[in-house]
Each structure stands twice: as structure tokens, then as C-alpha cells.
């Protein structure tokens, strides 16, 4: 079955799941390190986290073969050049274009969940992280003319949440890596 094989290289690649989380983790932390920080040095560590993040999930995709994840990693790298191709965009803009790919990763991720529940215990996990995803996605287009410092707490507070979830589900897939033997097609 086309699943199993996908969750077994899954778990042989546990890896990429696991430093995509700690990026997002050291980029939660380094928000909450720095709140002053101006909105220009916001927009060059946003666009420095979307782009390792895209591609760590870019590589994981071609890798699993997973085109969800294929698709995140190259939203998250679109979105990491967009932004030092233009720095000077503003706020607001900065804001949706946030907000659209953490809802688009959210759904994605959530998607996945969904189609591994009958193979995996406690994908849960993943639902939360897409559901992390889309609440702070959609918090984000609810508010977009919220303050600067409470931005960058609640992209502070969403990157290392997401980035646990991603952690947990990295050496979780780490433990069936030696279970998995793919059955003969």
C-alpha cells in the first residue's frame, strides 16, 4: 500500500522532520530573545526562517515523495525570497502573506494527519500542529493592525509550538523506523 511506504520513509527520514522543528523552535526563541527588534529586522529573520523551513520541507518532500510536502516547502521558499527580494514591503502585507502560509501549511499538514490516522498511533499530534497552523493563520487575518511587539510574541509563541509538535513527531517516527518493513506490493 502507496501509505505505508510513504509512512516508512517517513520514518527513516525522521530527521528532516526534526530539524525543520528545531529551526522553528530556535526562531520562537530568538523572537522572544529580541522583542524590540524593528519591523525591517522582523521581515529579514521571518524571510531567513521561511526559507530554511522551506527548504528542509522541500528536501523531506522530494525525498517521501510527498507532494503536501513538496508544496510547503516551496511556498516556504517563495515566501523566503519574496522577502529579501522586497524588504521595504509593509506590515500588513508582511502580516497576510504570513497568515496565508501558516493557514496553507495548517490545512496540508492536517490533511496528512488524516490519511496516515489508520496506520500511525497518535497523529493527533500532527492535527495539532496544522491546527496550531490555521488558528494562528487566521488570527493573524482577523488582526492585522495588531502592534509590532504583540506580532512578534504570537509568531514567537506559533513557531514553537509548532516546532515541539514537529520534534515529538520526528522521534516518534524515529521509534517505528526499525518496526516498518514495507509489504511486498
Known sequence: MAIEM?????ARNWGWIVLRGLAAILFGILSFAWP???????????????????????????????????????????AGVLTFLRPGITALALLGFIAVWAL???ILQIA???????MIANE????LSGV?????GAAM?????????????????????????????GFRLRGLA????????
Open 6 to 10: 510513504m509512512l516508512t520513509q517517513m
Open 36 to 78: 524590540g527588534i524593528t519591523l525591517a529586522v522582523l521581515v529579514i529573520v521571518w524571510g531567513a526562517y521561511a526559507l530554511a523551513d522551506g527548504l528542509f520541507a522541500l528536501m523531506a518532500g522530494i525525498r517521501l515523495r510527498m507532494w503536501p510536502l513538496t508544496i510547503v516547502g516551496l511556498l516556504g521558499i517563495g
Open 104 to 106: 496553507a501549511t495548517g
Open 112 to 118: 496528512a494527519a488524516i490519511r496516515f490516522r489508520k
Open 124 to 127: 493527533w499530534m500532527l492535527i
Open 132 to 136: 496550531l497552523s490555521v488558528a494562528f
Open 141 to 169: 487575518l482577523a488582526r492585522p493592525g495588531a502592534g509590532a511587539l504583540a506580532v512578534v510574541w504570537l509568531i514567537g509563541w506559533f513557531a514553537m509550538l509548532n516546532g515541539a509538535m514537529q520534534v515529538i513527531l
Open 178 to 185: 526499525g518496526q516498518m518493513v514495507p509489504k511486498p506490493a
